[in-house]
């Protein structure tokens, strides 16, 4: 009688260690997959984040790039005035020089 008790208590203790180990192995598993999954929508985190991030690079470029196309209008214009002033100052020099030594 004690000897089958022992072998039916030693069998269930098996089964027992058989089982949990089935289970530690699928939990295992579970926090695998878990692991996983968080590692793949990190990604796709980090992906949306740097095309967002490249979108907006891109927009203040395009910006940037049309201020300075704007502001060099504006000193291309300044430039053109202030030459066509100097011209036309140098100009009436010339007449006044002409006039003053008689030639006109």
């Known amino acids: ?8 208590i030693a069998a269930l203790f098996f089964v027992a260690l058989c089982s949990a180990d089935n289970a530690i192995k699928e939990g295992g598993k579970e926090v695998g997959q878990g692991f996983k ?3 793949t929508e990190t990604g796709k985190a980090f992906k949306e984040g740097g095309k967002e991030i490249g979108q907006g690079f891109k927009k203040m470029g395009k910006e940037t790039g049309q201020a300075a196309k704007k502001s060099g209008r504006t000193v291309g214009e300044w430039f053109r005035e202030t030459g066509q002033k100097t011209g036309a100052a140098f100009r009436k020099m010339g007449q006044d020089i002409k006039r003053f030594f008689g030639r006109e």
């Not at 009688?1 to 039916?8: G, P, Y």
């Open 1 to 8: 009688m004690r000897t089958t008790l022992l072998i039916i």
């Open 37 to 39: 999954t968080i590692g």
